[in-house]
């Protein structure tokens, strides 16, 4: 074999090493991502699972509470009343009759 040989064969094997190599570092990454990912989500699911209706004030158990057509959660513990995004807004976009119905509902008159 001749020096040219070599240093072609040398050449090709410092070639296929560093693809080697950049697909290894690429696949580790991709492992990384996919990993911390899954940590993030179980960690994600393991505080909506701790804190799910659970009152913020006392941490009691919350019941979810249909009231004309809202529903509601509150607290079984200190009867705090909690609302969810848009269910406040939307006790307003009712008619007058129908608004004074949910607070007598509310207020158990």
Not at 26 to 39: D, F, H, M, N, V
Not at 49 to 54: G, I, P, V
Request: charged fraction near 45%.
């Amino acid at each position: 074999m001749t020096d040219a040989d070599r240093s072609r064969e040398d050449d090709w094997f410092r070639q296929n090493e560093k693809e080697l190599l950049e697909a290894a570092r690429i696949a580790r990454l991709k492992r990384q991502q996919e990993r911390e990912a899954g940590e993030k989500e179980g960690e994600r699911r393991r505080l909506r699972e701790l804190h799910y209706l659970k009152c913020p004030k006392c941490g009691h158990d919350m019941k979810a509470q249909d009231l004309s057509g809202v529903e509601v959660d509150r607290c079984t513990h200190c009867e705090g009343l909690f609302f969810d995004a848009g269910e406040f807004e939307s006790i307003f976009t009712k008619r007058a009759g129908e608004r004074r119905g949910f607070w007598r509902g509310l207020l158990r008159i």
